[in-house]
T-cell receptor
Framework: DARVTQTPRHKVTEMGQEVTMRCQPI?????VFWYRQTMMQGLELLAY????????DSGMPKDRFSAEMPDATLATLKIQPSEPRDSAVYFC????????????FGEGSRLTVL | GQNIDQPTEMTATEGAIVQINCTYQ??????LFWYQQHAGEAPTFLSY????GLEEKGRFSSFLSRSKGYSYLLLKELQMKDSASYLC??????????????FGSGTRLSIRP
């Protein structure tokens, strides 16, 4: 049963701490997205990769957020230092092709920064 | 830039029909998605339209007009479990944004008995 896997599912941390979220896309999917969802903003696109190369990270606060794909089976989103306004659910999603196909979502990582 | 608009909230009655509209303005276009999201869960795929017209899938149908930048999701024979948020999303076009998929803010649908 192919699915996108995200860890951790829940994270509570204190302001100033580093947070790393991980995503394993579906095998064979070459495009990976990171979204952030809050009640106020809905689903915001933070960054996305095709064939492990970053295509667009304009939605990400550059000073504290970074996204990478060390290999085809792992995408990471790092926040350093974290702030209370970063509290949200972070979703990873993957799709097989560049122009076609359904976007599959992971279960999300719920982050709370105190 | 890209802009996607859909109503914030809608209410409908069990057994009835509801239509959720979505308008978009994007730099290029390579398809429009509808997703369903229950509270506390991840979005799940409902439909994908690339060409103009109506796509029917069981109780759900989705319509697209590319010239008008308009889509709707039609839900028939509403059930209580259809209470959820419905997200409209557009895949951009052009060389630099071929893969970019942007979501609207979602429409929260409440079904009353």
């Amino acid at each position: 049963d192919a699915r996108v896997t995200q860890t951790p599912r829940h994270k509570v941390t204190e302001m100033g701490q580093e947070v790393t979220m991980r995503c394993q896309p579906i095998l064979g999917h070459n495009t990976v997205f990171w979204y952030r969802q809050t009640m106020m903003q809905g689903l915001e696109l933070l960054a996305y990769f095709r064939n492990r190369a970053p295509l667009d990270d304009s939605g990400m606060p550059k000073d504290r957020f970074s996204a990478e794909m060390p290999d085809a089976t792992l995408a990471t989103l790092k926040i350093q230092p974290s702030e209370p306004r970063d509290s949200a659910v972070y979703f990873c999603a993957s799709v097989q092709g560049a122009r076609t196909g359904e976007l599959f979502f992971g279960e999300g990582s719920r982050l709370t920064v105190l | 830039g890209q802009n996607i608009d859909q109503p914030t909230e809608m209410t409908a009655t069990e057994g009835a029909i509801v239509q959720i509209n979505c308008t978009y303005q994007t730099s290029g276009f390579n398809g429009l998605f509808w997703y369903q999201q229950h509270a506390g869960e991840a979005p799940t795929f409902l439909s994908y339209n690339v060409l103009d017209g109506l796509e029917e899938k069981g109780r759900f149908s989705s319509f697209l007009s590319r010239s008008k930048g308009y889509s709707y999701l039609l839900l028939k024979e509403l059930q209580m479990k259809d209470s959820a948020s419905y997200l409209c999303a557009v895949r951009g076009g052009g060389r630099s944004s071929a893969s970019k998929i942007i979501f609207g803010s979602g429409t929260r649908l409440s079904i009353r008995p």
